[in-house]
């Protein structure tokens, strides 16, 4: 699949996923245009992938761009000391949405190291479930394998997973 076609078939899809991931669309938009950026960056790897593999690397470089832009911002509300100030120059109260989001950054920063331990035959089968809530049939038509082995897969990573995070 060239890279044009997948931002005409993906691009809706990533900013809704994103956007559900970021909680913020500016953070969305950006990071699924700087996915296609790099896309064209890598493209003659990427339009050698097959189409499943491409997707999951769009999705995934999408993620990532999106965990940098909210690390920076983390970084900047650190060095602020947490406090903002409005335009009269008095204190305001800290957004607590930002604590949530530190939380939920260090669990998907966790998640993804745990899918970095798997190989591709395990990891896109996971990535396609979850990130792209995709069902056993679907992801095994998008990577031409028996629904049966998807499931199997599945299972297989998810034990995988699980033993990783325990040792």
């Known amino acids: 699949m060239r890279i044009e076609e997948a931002f005409k078939e993906y691009r809706e899809s990533m900013l809704r996923a994103m956007l559900s991931f970021s909680g913020d669309e500016e953070a969305a938009e950006d990071g699924v245009s ?5 896309a ?5 790897m990427l339009e050698a992938m097959p189409e499943p593999a491409m997707k999951a690397w769009l ?10 832009i909210k ?11 947490f406090t903002k100030f409005n335009e ?7 957004d607590p949405r930002q604590e949530d ?3 939920k950054l260090v669990a998907q920063q966790f998640v993804e190291q745990l899918l970095e331990t798997l190989d591709d035959s395990l ?8 990130y792209e809530t995709m069902n056993a049939t679907e992801i095994g038509e998008a990577m031409n394998l028996p629904a049966a082995t998807v499931r199997t897969r599945l299972r297989t990573a998810m ?9």
């Open 88 to 94: 009269t120059g008095d204190e305001e109260i800290a």
């Open 59 to 68: 999705y995934a470089a999408a993620r990532n761009a999106i965990v940098d």
């Open 123 to 130: 990891r896109i089968p996971i990535e396609l479930k979850y």
């Open 71 to 81: 690390r920076k911002e983390t970084r900047f509300s650190h060095f602020t000391g």
């Open 159 to 167: 034990l995988r997973l699980r033993e990783e995070q325990n040792s």
């Open 101 to 103: 989001f530190t939380v």
């Open 34 to 38: 700087h996915a296609f950026t790099q």
């Open 40 to 44: 064209l960056v890598h493209r003659s």
